[in-house]
Nanobody, 127 residues
Framework: QVQLVESGGGLVQAGGSLRLSCVDSGRAFSFYPIGWFRQAPGKEREFVAV????????FYADSVKGRFTISRDNAKNTVYLQMNSLKPEDTAVYYC????????????????????WGKGTLVTVSS
C-alpha cells in the first residue's frame, strides 16, 4: 500500500524558490514512478513532472522545464520537487501521485495509471 503526504508549500514572491516533499508511509514506494501534478483555481489538474522508480529518468512539462527539478530518495521514501524562479502562474495546489499500473509507459506525462494520490500542498506565488 502507498500513502502519500505532500509538504513544503507556502507563500513566496515571484522569482523565489520552494522545495516540495512527497513522503510515503507505505511499503511499495520504491517500485513506482512518482509524478507531481498541480491544479490552479478554476483550472483542470495538469501534469508537472515524473520520475522513474530508480530516479534515473525524468520528464517535465514545458511550462516548468529548466525551473523545476524532480528527484527521489528511496531510502527515505521521499520524492522532491525543487521549484526555482517561481512565477505567479505557478500558483496551485500541488499533488504527488504514484503510478502503480506499470503497464502504462513509466514517464507518460499524464495521470494515467496514477492510482495513489496525496491530498496536496498549496503553493502561492505573489507578484
Amino acid at each position: 500500500q502507498v500513502q502519500l503526504v505532500e509538504s513544503g508549500g507556502g507563500l513566496v514572491q515571484a522569482g523565489g524558490s520552494l522545495r516540495l516533499s512527497c513522503v510515503d508511509s507505505g511499503r511499495a514506494f520504491s517500485f513506482y514512478p512518482i509524478g507531481w501534478f498541480r491544479q490552479a483555481p478554476g483550472k483542470e489538474r495538469e501534469f508537472v513532472a515524473v520520475i522513474r522508480s530508480s530516479g534515473g529518468s525524468t520528464f517535465y512539462a514545458d511550462s516548468v522545464k529548466g525551473r523545476f527539478t524532480i528527484s527521489r530518495d528511496n531510502a527515505k521514501n521521499t520524492v522532491y520537487l525543487q521549484m526555482n524562479s517561481l512565477k505567479p502562474e505557478d500558483t496551485a495546489v500541488y499533488y504527488c501521485a504514484a503510478r502503480s499500473d506499470l503497464r502504462v509507459p513509466l514517464l507518460l506525462p499524464a495521470d494515467t495509471g496514477m492510482h495513489y494520490w496525496g491530498k496536496g500542498t498549496l503553493v502561492t506565488v505573489s507578484s
